[in-house]
């Protein structure tokens, strides 16, 4: 059975009781967090965060590079003034480097026409994939990217995390 | 008071009745959605999902053009094979154009020395934001889009919704 059959159903039950269409779209604690996309996170729950209060920049890794245009938009647009990053225990890029991936990807695309294969190999050999090794200095290099980047405002908190999900707790790198 | 330390006391409370870190890195639904970074959307209550089940890829927007990193590795290493793109109502993208917030971020920029705003212009300018104006086209380009890009699995199922942060409903558009 697809997913969205079985979502669209859980999704009837919240929207009877949903109560929350008043909410502003500028996030009401200013506060912007970047993590992955891993299936172990629900940062809403993981911290505390209700509705309304945070944007939450999602992708694999929790990478601020990736997530930068993101929060361009969130702090000049919409107001945010803080960003916590947060890498994870036991995270997928860890377990991979790029030319691995690219192996990998061409290598699926073998059967497929020389033209396709072409455009396949040029284009994953042009791909960043923000993979890393050190958990810790992942979060470290992020929080630096973030506060060198000369469009990231200047007087926002930036702060960086680990999230464990071996048993749901958060610590401050920095 | 910074939102992060509001957010360390809550999370004690969580890691405290935490019982899922035994939960395996490759999502049990093997699902990926991807949604806006908005403040108002939760799709692991809104859509009944529960943690373990699906990677959640968030970005201004919902982009599914700014998720396809996240999205190969999610295929390709983490084995999901369905892909739900969400975009919402009262979203901030349709609030701005590109040439807007491009002349917002260069005039904030007018008081610092020329060689970093020469540099602030220079980055603005290259960017993408990835804004639209019609809700519905917005889903619909974001699915062609990925049935479209030979890296993205022939295998896997995608399909568009809306989410509507007035009364919290799902409506699939394709």
């Known amino acids: 059975m697809s997913a969205h059959l079985e979502f669209v159903e859980k999704n009837v039950a919240y929207?009877?009781?949903?109560?929350?269409?008043?909410l502003p779209v500028p996030p009401a604690k200013k506060l912007l967090i970047v993590t992955c996309m891993d299936a172990r996170i629900?940062?809403?729950?993981?911290?505390?965060?209700?509705?309304?209060?945070?944007?939450?920049?999602?992708?694999?890794?929790?990478?601020?590079?990736?997530?930068?245009?993101?929060?361009?938009?969130?702090?000049?647009?919409?107001g945010t003034r803080e960003i916590a990053v947060f890498h994870h225990t036991n995270c997928g890029m860890q377990s991979f480097t790029a030319p691995q991936l690219r192996s990998l990807v061409k290598s699926d695309a073998q059967s497929r026409p020389d033209?396709?294969?072409e455009e396949i190999e040029k284009t994953v050999d042009g791909m960043t994939f923000y993979e890393f090794s050190d958990l810790e200095r992942s979060v470290l290099e992020d929080v630096k990217y973030l506060k060198e980047n000369l469009l990231v405002l200047e007087e926002a908190k930036i702060t960086g995390w680990i999230y464990d999900t071996a048993n749901g707790k958060v610590k401050q790198v920095v």
């Not at 929207?15 to 008043?22: L, M, N, R, W, Y």
């Not at 729950?45 to 601020?64: F, M, Q, T, Y």
């Open 42 to 78: 629900d940062c809403y729950k993981s911290l505390g965060l209700e509705l309304g209060e945070a944007h939450i920049v999602r992708n694999a890794g929790g990478s601020a590079r990736d997530a930068f245009r993101s929060i361009l938009i969130s702090q000049r647009l919409l």
């Open 115 to 117: 033209n396709e294969k």
């Open 15 to 22: 929207a009877e009781s949903f109560d929350k269409g008043h």
